[in-house]
């Protein structure tokens, strides 16, 4: 199939554009690996100009770990690398949609514009970073990061499990 045909029936290839001079700046040899790895797959996210979405890009630590074939915690480091070196800023943290089901966060990719914005280039935040001077890395908070649902914790709830089990054992009648 030519390219002309290709392009009218609307089956062209899906890519991501790496640009030389972002892959060039000392942020993008400052990242890991893994974050470096994860970047393209954010900017498959993005549609394009035409249906710009960027600022509401959302890809999951779960599809990113799937996608560059890592562990979900080496997944979630290499967001938070790309946050701390300028390439991504998170717009909207995560949360439960009305229907329970989880939205991740969203996420603005500096290199691009954003939509209705009077700049046609993005911020490019990467550019002012320098060694030792990471921007803010947002990190999603646990839903009860103290364990405080009206439970006892673990360790008081274990001892007063024993000390019944204790008392019973103490008070059985002696075998004859």
């Known amino acids: 199939m030519d390219r002309t045909r290709r392009q009218k029936s609307g089956r062209t290839e899906h890519h991501a554009s790496m640009i030389r001079a ?27 100009p035409k249906f710009n979405n960027n600022g509401k890009i959302r890809l ?26 300028g390439f991504i800023v998170v717009t909207e943290p995560a949360c439960l949609g009305l229907e329970g089901e989880g939205n991740s966060p969203a996420y603005e990719i500096t290199e691009l ?3 209705h914005s009077d700049r046609s280039e993005g911020r490019k ?6 060694a030792g001077r990471d ?11 103290h364990g405080k649902n009206g439970r006892q914790k673990n360790k008081t709830l274990s001892q007063n499990l024993r000390r019944p089990v204790l008392k019973m054992m103490t008070n059985l009648p002696e075998a004859s």
């Open 22 to 48: 972002t892959m060039e700046e000392p942020a993008w040899r400052a990242l890991s690996p893994v974050a470096q790895a994860l970047y393209p797959w954010l900017k498959l996210e993005w549609r394009g």
């Open 60 to 85: 999951s630590v779960r599809q990113a770990a799937e996608r560059i074939g890592v562990a979900l915690n080496t997944a979630a480091k290499g967001f938070h690398d790309l946050q701390a070196k």
């Open 113 to 115: 514009g954003l939509p």
């Open 125 to 130: 935040l990467y550019r002012a970073w320098k």
């Open 135 to 145: 921007y803010t890395v947002h990190k999603a908070t646990a839903n009860n990061p």
